[in-house]
């Protein structure tokens, strides 16, 4: 059974960094795509940032220039480095795998959340 794990939520001030990481666990898993969503209370589920396997990067509008996204394909693990962070940024964030094709496949991690306050 394919799982994610994520690291890296927690509190924040405005302005400040953090850096998320979720790493995919199971024989046989290699995501076509890996990347990140956020849901806030009382708000849909909503993209930040995707990246497949050979870098294609898709950004959402209100996280460029201040996020950042990597993975590391040997480890199956994708990073989210988050800098000049807002209140409005507060969420909890959700890790995604995706396999493309016949067989294809989604997964989500369990959320973690991420809180921009002082």
């Known amino acids: 059974q394919v799982q994610l794990v994520e690291s890296g939520g927690g509190l924040v001030q405005p302005g400040g960094s953090l850096r998320l990481s979720c790493a995919a666990s199971?024989?046989?898993?290699?995501?076509?795509?890996m990347g990140w969503y956020r849901q806030a209370p009382g708000k849909q589920r909503e993209l930040v940032a995707t990246?497949?396997?050979?870098?294609?990067?898709n950004y959402a509008d209100s996280v460029k220039g201040r996020f950042t996204i990597s993975r590391d394909n040997a480890k199956n693990t994708v990073y989210l480095q988050m800098n000049g962070l807002k209140p409005e940024n507060t969420a909890v964030y959700y890790c995604?795998?995706?396999?493309?094709?016949?067989?294809?496949?989604?997964?989500w991690g369990q959320g973690t959340q991420v809180t921009v306050s002082s």
């Open positions: 199971g024989g046989g898993f290699s995501a076509d795509s």
């Open positions: 995604n795998a995706n396999i493309y094709g016949y067989w294809s496949r989604n997964y």
């Open positions: 990246m497949t396997r050979d870098g294609n990067i």
